[in-house]
């Protein structure tokens, strides 16, 4: 059987057209032999890729968006763009200076809109975004979150140097009009957008002054609760005009959509505490502030009173003086018709009159004048 398997090399063939012959067989069952390894090789191949694609397809090439997302497709690592628009020529882009939009500018680029199941390709990566509001503590340093008293205090000075804590929250949201800033643009997009805050706001806090009041009668009417605005606190000024303050802040910050592809929606200040050591020195202030506007008030108010009732009593006097004066005006009306009815009118009417008199009068005198 050894010998039989290895006819081609051992055995030898007496005529040269019987060695051709053989020769050929061989070679043709090994043709045969590679041919159908090769196919089933090919074969196999096609069947990984296609079990691939259809683990790929079930498992993670097929993605759906909520309602509170959008997404963005990535194909090669680059975003689906609409041409050769820019985020300047957006309504977002209005607040910023001429040198912000040499900076800040940005491809506007497809946005997947809630809905779905969409089929994504190998060679594209989706990035999902939620644009539902947020609400974070202005004191939250996410690089640091140790810092600012764990995120609980935001320190900061006035204009006349006290350092005060602050307290309140900001809300925000992606902007939907610039995502490829928030997912590209910016590497941590929530830091920049803090510290933006923080800096405006350390900013206003350092050189806020209240709004001068013109009118004299509104200075005049103070709740008593009104502190130290007028003589020159800062702190005072700040607590009393917290929504102002509020206001400004959203304004400046109008850009912040334009800068990173984040709104900030409001920003809502509630707390503005000073230095323990001095905390209990400002009370004692705007307690005797208080005080004193209190009493203002009250003098205020007694004065109001006075007038109100000088004033009534004025009214009462001139209706009791017209109620007077009425009957004699009607007197001297009926006189003079009287005079108009002739000569004998007059003396006619002072008759009845005294007729009418002497009817009701219980007693009546009556004097003769004696004839010289």
């Not at 009417?221 to 607590?239: F, M, Q, Y």
Request: with cysteine.
């Amino acid at each position: 059987m050894s010998r039989s398997s290895s006819l081609p090399t051992e055995v030898l063939i007496p005529t040269v057209g019987g060695w051709s012959l053989l020769s050929d067989r061989l070679f043709n069952y090994k043709a045969r032999t590679m041919d159908f390894a090769v196919i089933q090789a090919f074969l196999g191949v096609a069947a990984g890729i296609i079990a691939y694609l259809l683990i790929y397809c079930l498992l993670g090439g097929v993605y759906t968006v909520n309602q509170n997302e959008r997404a963005v497709i990535t194909n090669f690592g680059r975003a689906d763009r609409l041409g050769q628009r820019t985020t300047l020529e957006l309504p977002i882009a209005q607040s910023l200076g001429p040198e912000q939009r040499e900076r800040y500018v940005y491809p506007q680029v497809r946005v997947v809109g809630p809905g779905g199941p969409y089929l994504r390709m190998p060679w594209q990566k989706v990035y999902k975004v939620s644009t539902a509001i947020q609400t974070i503590n202005i004191a939250y340093d996410p690089d640091t979150p140790t810092a600012n008293s764990n995120g609980t205090i935001l320190e900061a000075v006035t204009k006349d140097q006290l350092n005060i804590g602050l307290t309140g929250q900001i809300r925000y949201r992606i902007s939907e009009q610039n995502i490829y800033a928030y997912l590209f643009g910016v590497k941590r997009p929530i830091s920049h957008v803090l510290g933006y805050f923080v800096s405006i706001l350390r900013e206003r806090i350092a050189t806020y002054e209240a709004p001068v009041i013109k009118d004299t009668t509104v200075e005049a009417n103070e709740p008593p609760s009104e502190t130290l605005a007028k003589v020159g606190v800062s702190i005072n000024d700040l607590r009393k005009n917290l929504n102002d303050l509020n206001d400004q802040m959203d304004q400046q910050c109008q850009s912040s959509a334009a800068r990173y592809g984040m709104v900030l929606d409001a920003s809502l200040i509630t707390g503005i505490d000073p230095p323990p050591e001095i905390e209990s020195a400002l009370a004692a202030i705007n307690t005797a502030h208080n005080e004193v506007s209190s009493k203002l008030s009250v003098a205020q108010a007694s004065a109001d009173q006075k007038i109100e009732q000088s004033k009534r009593a004025v009214e009462i006097e001139t209706n009791r003086a017209q109620a007077d004066v009425q009957p004699l005006r009607w007197l001297a009306q009926q006189i003079t018709e009287l005079k108009k009815g002739g000569e004998h009118a007059l003396p006619a009417y002072l008759r009845n009159v005294r007729l009418d008199l002497f009817s009701k009068a219980k007693r009546v005198v009556l004097t003769r004048k004696e004839e010289k």
